[in-house]
């Protein structure tokens, strides 16, 4: 097993830019989440789901968007880059309590 | 919001002793669990405990949890230098069966050789 898979491990965007960040498990997890990772704040909740076709928001949603279609996939979208969404995002899926991680991807907004 | 509030923030300690992090919360839980991450990488899932445990063992770790006080504790004995990481203690909730978690803002823990 690959266990959490996210592409790209590094993105560099200007302001205004679109980009997808991609995360697939092959665990057969339903629940999968996003975070973001900030110097100083932990991990902080973006957006998550409980299987396909069913998300909600977490604790910091704006200006994110996601979708899942599948239940290996959770792509995290950003329609409209901004420098406060430099950090590093961390995709998880989890069954029952706990919760797997993928490597990360580390965005800079320029 | 955070839930989850280490203390202390960072700790450097020799190889050989031992590392105690404590971890405070605001509000009712289902469980709460630690992991570790490595420079530049994931996060990785060490511990868990239930609210209705105030103890648990897993090789050189211990969590304590008081949830009167609402807080945890995670000691790693006989530390090694492979030990040197960040810890994180993160809250959980049910949520469609699953856990959702709110985690703290991390221990940065330094294992001199």
């Known amino acids: 097993n690959a266990g959490v898979t996210q592409t790209p491990k590094f993105q560099v965007l200007k302001t205004g830019q679109s980009m997808t960040l991609q995360c697939a498990q092959d665990?057969?997890?339903?629940?999968m989440s996003w975070y973001r990772q900030d110097p100083g704040m932990g991990l902080r909740l973006i957006h998550y789901?409980?299987?396909?076709?069913?998300?909600d928001q977490g604790e910091v949603p704006n200006g994110y968007n996601v979708s899942r279609s599948t239940t290996e996939d959770f792509p995290l979208r950003l329609l409209s880059a901004a420098p406060s969404q430099t950090s590093v995002y961390f995709c998880a899926s989890s069954f029952l309590e706990t919760q797997y991680f993928g490597p990360g991807t580390r965005l800079l907004v320029l | 919001s955070q839930q989850g509030e280490e203390d202390p923030q960072a700790l450097s300690i020799q190889e050989g002793e031992n590392a105690t992090m404590n971890c405070s919360y605001k509000t009712s839980i289902n469980n709460l669990q630690w992991y570790r991450q490595n420079s530049g990488r994931g996060l990785v899932h060490l511990i868990l405990?239930?609210?209705?445990?105030r103890e648990k063992h897993s090789g050189r770790l211990r969590v304590t949890l008081d949830t009167s006080k609402k807080s945890s504790s995670l000691l790693i004995t006989a530390s090694r230098a492979a030990d040197t990481a960040s810890y994180f203690c993160?809250?959980?909730?049910?949520?469609?069966?699953?856990?959702?978690?709110?985690f703290g803002k991390g221990n940065q823990v330094v294992v001199i050789p």
């Open positions: 665990m057969n997890h339903e629940y």
């Open positions: 789901s409980v299987g396909a076709g069913i998300t």
């Open positions: 405990i239930r609210s209705n445990e």
């Open positions: 993160a809250t959980a909730v049910m949520y469609y069966g699953n856990n959702r978690l709110a």
